[in-house]
């Protein structure tokens, strides 16, 4: 990640899309530690419904986020689904976690309607 990011010249882009929260920390830091590269030339990005957590979070720290939705034919994007589900043993990990962060979610929404 570090190298990755290390190399980003004026004109480059980078998307970082990781449900690795290890991965996206390090990249947070390494952006915290070189303001000039958190100017609008890296993207971090989340498959929709998986790391909601990571993705709030970067929100919530200021970073460009973005979540991606394949589409197409149900031949097509289940067998990506699928394959992103089984490679992402992570996700399964983090289920609690992204359980209570949802439910917090939840509830500071309904605080904030009342």
């Known amino acids: 990640m570090r190298l990755a990011l290390s190399h980003v010249q004026q004109h480059d882009r980078l998307f970082i899309g990781s449900h690795n929260q290890e991965s996206v920390d390090i990249a947070k830091q390494f952006l915290r530690e070189n303001p000039q590269l958190?100017?609008?030339?890296?993207?971090?990005?989340?498959?929709?419904?998986?790391?909601?957590?990571?993705?709030?979070?970067?929100?919530?720290?200021?970073?460009?986020?973005?979540?991606?939705?394949?589409?197409?034919?149900?031949?097509?994007?289940?067998?990506?689904?699928?394959?992103?589900?089984?490679?992402?043993k992570q996700v399964v990990r983090e289920q609690k976690f992204q359980n209570e962060f949802l439910l917090g979610e939840l509830k500071k929404r309904l605080s904030f309607r009342s």
């Open 38 to 88: 958190n100017d609008g030339r890296v993207f971090f990005g989340q498959l929709k419904g998986f790391s909601d957590q990571i993705t709030g979070e970067l929100a919530q720290e200021g970073f460009q986020v973005f979540k991606y939705l394949p589409y197409g034919p149900t031949e097509d994007v289940m067998p990506y689904l699928l394959r992103r589900g089984q490679e992402s």
